[in-house]
């Protein structure tokens, strides 16, 4: 049986228990938050979109906490280059996409994409779904302690260009925070971290992370950077 395997079958929960102290705020914000305080797309009432998941994965590094992110190659057809959190869409055998069926996907994904060992993973909360027009996905973002820490880089070069994790303390940094815009008019927060531009829906749920654990620094909503045509 692939490891694969083994996470789509294994009992998959939510625990909050033996978390460092750091991570109460984001633990609060999940139990608390209200969709539409994290994106103003919402999954369609009439239940259509791909069901997904990706995993928010904080883990202790060198610099204190941290994010794992990884870019998407460049030859995907849905959303092509651009960094994100590990996941992907539903399979039959994930089981209940209402509830566990998410929890396994993003652990799933997670591995497929990364190769980080799921058994290391304390998964701690759930936060709403949230819709991404563009691509039709409805994503759940699964929230994740990387308790005992795993290699992980890219498994696939065909779908991952980069496997990296981000220190908290840069994300917050306002140094590091733009406003970025599409050539259709589109804005949104971005980070410029670990020479990379992550925006889009990444960086929305990164934003309103921070805000709502009431990690946020003040900073300068003017600074914009353009995105290519092809975004």
């Known amino acids: 049986m692939t490891r694969a395997s083994e996470t789509r079958r294994g009992a998959v929960t939510l ?5 460092p102290d750091w991570l109460d705020p984001v633990v609060r914000a999940a139990e608390t938050v209200k969709p539409f305080q994290l994106s103003r ?11 997904s998941a990706v995993l928010i994965l904080f883990g202790e590094g060198e610099r204190g906490p941290e994010l794992l992110l990884m870019e998407r ?3 995907l057809r849905s959303h092509a280059g651009q960094p994100s959190f590990p996941g992907g869409a539903l399979d ?6 209402q509830s566990d069926g998410r929890l396994r996907a993003a652990l799933r994904e997670a591995q497929e994409e990364t190769g980080l060992d799921p058994s290391g993973v304390q998964l701690f909360g759930v936060l709403p779904a949230l819709y991404i027009p563009v691509s039709g996905f409805v994503v759940t ?3 994740g302690w990387w308790r005992e820490p795993s290699p992980v880089g890219v498994v696939d070069p065909n779908e991952t260009a980069r496997v990296f994790t981000v220190p908290v303390a840069d994300l917050t940094d306002p ?3 733009v406003t970025a815009v599409h050539p259709r008019g589109h804005r949104g927060p971005a ?3 670990e020479s990379a531009l992550v925006w889009g829906f990444t960086a929305g749920v990164i934003d309103r992370l921070l805000h709502y654990a009431g990690w946020e620094r003040p900073w300068d909503r003017e600074q914009q950077v353009p995105l290519d045509w092809r975004a």
């Not at 625990?15 to 978390?19: A, I, K, V, Y």
């Not at 039959?92 to 996409?97: A, N």
């Open 15 to 19: 625990s909050t228990e033996g978390l």
């Open 41 to 51: 797309f919402l999954p369609p009432e009439n239940g259509s979109g791909r069901k």
């Open 73 to 75: 190659a460049g030859s």
């Open 92 to 97: 039959p055998e994930d089981g209940d996409p």
């Open 141 to 143: 973002p699964v929230l």
């Open 175 to 177: 140094a590091n925070r």
């Open 191 to 193: 980070f410029l971290v």
